[in-house]
């Protein structure tokens, strides 16, 4: 089992433990501490969905950064109950874990949020199968962070809704935010 830091807000500089998973990968600090730079580090009265939480450490940067509302959807049993420990221990009571395929979560879904964060892991093609479904998750305005590996093709998000904000590649990874125009 490894660690990881939480970067930012509260709860700077604490660890959590992170499953040994294949396909699970934990958001790199420098690509975090871009991320909320991106975002603000006051994310006070910010509802948050992170889609595909692995080890949830986008959600738990957030709830450190003041975020009100933040769901989890992660989809594996061992991954979500060391993820749900984390939150136990940190005293995170605005984070709610949800064990559930993420495609299954998005139909069922009534609700819209501020910030969406969404990781799959790089070796499926979620990102691509979602795009076209993931605009009533967030609020008009609300902004959506994507993160992929540059051996990967995919498809820009809808310019009927969204317009990209923000790009950077860090070694293998790229990550990007989109902001909700309609």
Not at 141 to 166: C, F, M, N
Request: hydrophobic share 40%; charged share 25%.
């Amino acid at each position: 089992m490894g660690q990881i830091r939480i970067t930012g807000g509260l709860h700077r500089s604490r660890k959590i433990k992170v499953e040994d998973q294949p396909g699970l990968r934990p958001t790199a600090d420098r690509v975090r501490e871009t991320l909320f730079s991106w975002l603000g580090q006051n994310l006070s009265d910010k509802s948050v969905l992170d889609l595909y939480a692995g080890s949830g450490i986008l959600a738990i940067e957030a709830a450190s950064r003041g975020a009100t509302e933040i769901t989890c959807v992660e989809n594996n049993r061992q991954t979500r109950v060391q993820l749900q420990k984390n939150i136990d221990l940190l005293g995170l009571s605005q984070i709610k874990v949800i064990q559930q395929n993420a495609r299954d979560f998005i139909k069922a879904s009534q609700v819209a949020y501020d910030i969406l964060f969404l990781d799959p892991p790089f070796d499926s093609d979620e990102m691509n199968a979602i795009n076209d479904i993931i605009t009533p998750l967030v609020k008009a305005g609300g902004l959506v962070y994507r993160e992929y590996a540059t051996s990967q093709e995919i498809v820009p998000l809808s310019d009927d809704h969204w317009e990209r904000i923000k790009y950077k590649k860090a070694g293998q990874v790229i990550f990007e935010l989109w902001h909700k125009t309609a």
